[in-house]
């Protein structure tokens, strides 16, 4: 991780016994609970849900037994001072190859070629620190770090757990578009032919104010159309309490083939990316974070197209490579990007009919400046020709400004860049 200097989601319920024949009863109505989980959220929190049917049952224990799965692979098993679980699972065991396409194989060799920067170029530390190996625990070459899901974080979640890890169907990277409760401010470049991008981004430990919101800042790679055959990439830091049970920022990346619907998940939770970084826990907290009138601290992350085999790989900053999408996830994006977006994005649920106060980035207003409010830097996409260049025509929108603003520039320090977030709920945005 980057310090910028100067210039520069009631505690869960204990699943029940139940007597066999109130279980045959129950079946035979309407599969009402074999187990109660805690909502872990919606409305005041204290509601709870039931499992409502045997998909939802069946759900939990394939999670469940997949974690097991990967506990009995685990090589090594760390317990981060955060609670956080991070099982050190072979590379070849990581859930990707899960998928009957993926069985019996292992992760590709790193690309020979990587996009070319400018001579010019600063270089920037590439390993941000997180809470798992602060204390100098490290997962054995050949494995990857993988957090482990437990009980309590499907108790905890309020969705169907047939969704969990799993953007909602709503969910959108549209930038105009705020209906769902999504709101954004966001920098953006459409109409050519994008290959990758890559910007630092500095990293806040942003309050949510319900465990049914997040706030996130990310990096997503678009190609396709805004209906139900949307290809993104994503990559950032992310606060949510549901997710994580906590609000610390954590390193989080996710997918879809669909906008949404049916495909891609956040980090492992799913058949999809590829890890083959031992170093880097996805999902995991990321520490530091920055600090009002303190220290700044910053993430690079580079999304790009291998041109020879057409995986998209996430690599930090010039630094190591994390993993890679294959590309037979996708359809649109199994050739290019056609948009490419920075920036922000948290849920608004309206909490007794008011703006949320969830606040985006640090919580404070771009006219606040370094700092003080959140920042993407060296905002750069990867063209034809694996170059990367600045973000030219970079246009910059925020969806409700008096509740999230964005405001940019260009310095040569920077390059292309723009402060972004806010509070959420205040005088102007009640």
């Known amino acids: ?12 319920m204990i699943a ?14 309407s599969w009402s609970a074999s187990a109660d989980r805690s909502s872990g ?4 929190g204290t509601q709870t849900t039931q499992f409502r049917s045997g998909d939802e049952l069946r759900a939990y224990r394939r999670i469940l037994a997949r974690m097991d799965r990967l506990k009995k ?18 590379a070849h065991q990581q859930p990707a190859f899960n998928h009957p396409k993926m069985r019996g194989q292992k992760p590709e060799d790193e690309p020979e070629e990587r996009p070319k920067m400018s001579a010019d170029a600063a270089e920037e530390e590439p390993v941000f620190t997180q809470a798992w190996s602060d204390g100098g625990e490290s997962c054995p070459s050949g494995t990857v770090p993988i957090r482990r899901t437990t009980e309590r974080d499907l108790q905890r979640y309020s969705g169907s757990l047939r969704r969990y890890g799993m953007k909602p169907r709503a969910s959108v990277v549209r930038r105009d578009s705020t209906s769902d409760g999504h709101e954004h401010a966001v920098g953006y470049v459409t109409g050519d032919q994008f290959y990758g991008a890559k910007a630092s981004l500095n990293v806040w430990p942003a309050k949510v104010a319900s465990a049914a919101e997040f706030s996130l800042s990310q990096i997503w790679v678009i190609s396709g159309t805004f209906g139900n055959d949307l290809n993104t990439i994503e990559a950032g830091w992310q606060v949510s309490p549901e997710l994580y049970g906590d609000n610390s920022p954590r390193f989080f990346t996710y997918w879809t083939s669909d906008a949404y619907q049916a495909t891609g998940c956040y980090n492992l939770h799913c058949s ?19 600090a009002y009138n303190g220290r700044q601290f910053d993430i690079s992350l580079l999304l790009w197209k291998d041109p020879r085999r057409g995986h998209w790989w996430l690599q930090l900053g010039s630094g190591p490579l994390v993993g890679y999408w294959p590309s037979r996830l996708f359809t649109h994006l199994g050739g290019h990007a056609n948009m490419v977006q920075f920036g922000g994005e948290v849920v608004n ?13 640090s919580g404070h207003f771009p006219r606040e400046g370094f700092n003080r409010a959140a920042y993407f830097r060296n905002v750069q996409v990867v063209d034809w020709d694996n170059n990367l260049i600045p973000a ?13 603003g964005i405001q940019g520039g ?14 959420g709920r205040n005088v102007r945005c009640p």
Not at 16 to 29: E, G, N, W, Y
Not at 392 to 404: E, G, M, T, W
Not at 412 to 423: I, S
């Open 272 to 290: 999809g990316f590829i890890q083959t970084n031992s170093r880097i826990a996805i999902g995991a907290a990321i520490s530091p974070a920055s």
């Open 16 to 29: 029940k016994f139940v007597p066999l024949l109130l279980v045959l009863f129950v079946a035979s109505c």
């Open 410 to 423: 260009y310095n040569r320090a920077w390059g292309n860049y723009f402060y972004y977030g806010g509070p």
């Open 73 to 90: 692979a685990s090589v090594k098993t760390i317990q981060s001072p955060d609670g956080d679980v991070i099982h050190c699972v072979p």
């Open 349 to 361: 649920t309206r909490p007794s009919g008011s703006h949320t106060p969830t606040q985006m980035g």
């Open 392 to 404: 030219r025509n970079l246009r910059l929108v925020a969806d409700h400004p008096a509740c999230y």
């Open 1 to 12: 991780m980057a310090c910028s200097c100067c210039s520069k989601r009631p505690r869960p």
């Open 41 to 44: 959220g919606r409305g005041n």
